[in-house]
């Protein structure tokens, strides 16, 4: 059985960081690639960002270039997004996602909240 299961969120000061991780099981994880996409209240659901499954590519939103960075274990089946330099405008539900593909979406996790204020 498929499982994406995301972990690291919580409420930071603008400015902080955090590290999402998204724990994989129930398919060929080194195979996928991975992706991380958040949704605000009221918004769209937005790509962050996208690593390959050699990790030799990555893709990122222009609003995260420089402050964020995702990267991946395939030992482990773990994909992180470390964050920094978090903004009032990174709040959202972030949602771990795995794809044959770059840009498909074949299993999705139940997401973690990030939440940045003062």
């Known amino acids: 059985q498929v499982q994406l299961v995301e972990s690291g969120g919580g409420l930071v000061l603008p400015g902080g960081s955090l590290r999402l991780s998204c724990a994989a099981s129930?398919?060929?994880?080194?195979?996928?690639?991975m992706k991380w996409y958040r949704q605000a209240p009221g918004k769209e659901r937005e790509l962050v960002a996208v690593?390959?499954?050699?990790?030799?590519?990555?893709h990122y939103v222009d609003s995260v270039k420089g402050r964020f960075t995702i990267s991946r274990d395939n030992a482990k089946n773990t994909v992180y997004l470390q964050m920094n330099s978090l903004q009032i405008e990174d709040t959202a539900v972030y949602y771990c996602?795995?794809?044959?593909?770059?840009?498909?979406?074949?299993?999705g996790g139940q997401g973690t909240q990030v939440t940045v204020s003062s």
């Open positions: 129930g398919f060929s994880f080194s195979s996928y690639a």
């Open positions: 996602t795995a794809g044959r593909t770059l840009w498909s979406i074949d299993y």
């Open positions: 690593i390959s499954g050699s990790g030799g590519v990555t």
